[in-house]
């Protein structure tokens, strides 16, 4: 049995495997510019954020109906399962769905069928976070918030993706004041690409509980520090920073170095189908390359929990610590 763990960082459109994709084509009669998988995973070679997202936002066109959303989801589902995710707080991008006229009751629905349906079905407690668009105008932002309104009751948090350099989190303060008081989690992307301010923004106008990545929050000791203090987690992961080039190769990995700053890092897979691996495969590479002990690897289980968006479900939280509390990591 596997470590167990929260993932707090997934982009479930980043969890289209090729074959997966290949089939909703052919499903939905969509044509993909790549002759098989193995051309297709011939192109998962980027170099930087951007050179990524181009290919996201390609392929997820290929995702049309509740159905492939639902196949998606749960492909995810198992995967995570069986490398002991127990708790999912997965990100979406609606609006990435909306401008090609796929509606909001088609994504939220379908992803739902298998979220929903995910602690049954794979022993994963699942939560779902609408993240905006932040190369998009703040309107749009709102608009899309907007048109999530019917669906609040199965949507936790909000959250903020794709180019960050030059879109700093006050674009978005409007909207994230108007998640707030529809009772929404707040978290960001940010000091991934972007500079150390876009954290202090991120934390102090957007008012977020976490941040997604802030690996360049090293630049600004102060602001070290106020992370470690605060207790802010950091939802880290390396595999996405190796294959956009944020770090040069696993071995570069800060991670030792922010766990040695008091910081309350989590581990996660970002777009596990492009940046080759789930959460699990995460802990194991971490562990073997940047030499992390078992100790090590447990304070970053239990971090994932502490800062999961389970105050609803303080009960599954408490029998998770104490699973990774008693768990033998040799
Ligand atoms: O790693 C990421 N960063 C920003 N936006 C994203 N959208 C999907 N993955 C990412
Ligand atoms: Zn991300």
Request: include cysteine; glycine fraction near 6%; proline fraction near 5%.
């Amino acid at each position: 049995m596997p470590l167990p763990k929260a993932e707090l960082h997934l982009h479930i459109e980043g969890t289209l495997e090729p074959e997966l994709a290949f089939e909703l084509a052919a499903r939905n009669d969509v044509s993909l510019p790549y002759a098989d998988t193995e051309a297709l995973r011939d192109a998962y070679r980027f170099t930087d954020l951007q050179s990524f997202l181009n290919l996201y936002y390609e392929l997820m066109t290929v995702l049309r109906t509740e159905r492939d959303f639902a196949d998606l989801a749960d492909a995810y589902l198992a995967r995570a399962a069986a490398q002991g995710v127990r708790h999912a707080e997965i990100f979406f991008d609606p609006q990435a769905h909306l401008a090609r006229g796929v509606g909001m009751d088609t994504v939220v629905d379908g992803l739902w069928r298998a979220l929903g349906t995910s602690r049954e079905r794979h022993g994963v407690s699942t939560r779902l976070i609408l993240c905006f668009l932040r190369d998009e105008s703040a309107e749009s932002a709102l608009a899309t918030l907007d048109a999530a309104r019917p669906h609040l009751d199965r949507i936790t948090g909000v959250g903020l993706d794709s180019a960050e350099v030059g879109h700093p989190p006050a674009k978005f303060r409007e909207v994230f004041e108007a998640a707030a008081a529809l009772g929404l989690r707040r978290v960001a992307h940010a000091g991934e690409e972007g500079p150390p301010e876009y954290i202090t923004e991120a934390l102090d106008v957007l008012g977020v509980e976490r941040i997604d990545h802030g690996l360049r929050c090293l630049e600004d000791p102060a602001l070290v520090e106020r992370l470690a203090r605060e207790r802010i987690p950091l939802t880290l992961c390396p595999l996405s920073n190796v294959r956009l080039r944020t770090v040069d190769t696993l071995a570069d990995h800060p991670l030792p170095a922010l766990l040695d700053a008091g910081l309350m890092c989590t581990l996660n897979s970002d777009d596990p189908a492009y940046f080759g691996g789930y959460v699990g495969d995460t802990f194991d590479a971490v562990r073997e390359v940047l030499g992390l002990d078992g100790e090590r690897l447990r304070e970053l289980a239990r971090n994932s929990f502490l800062a999961s968006f389970l105050e609803d479900d303080e009960e599954l939280r408490a029998r998770c610590l104490a699973e990774v509390a008693a768990y033998d990591l040799g």
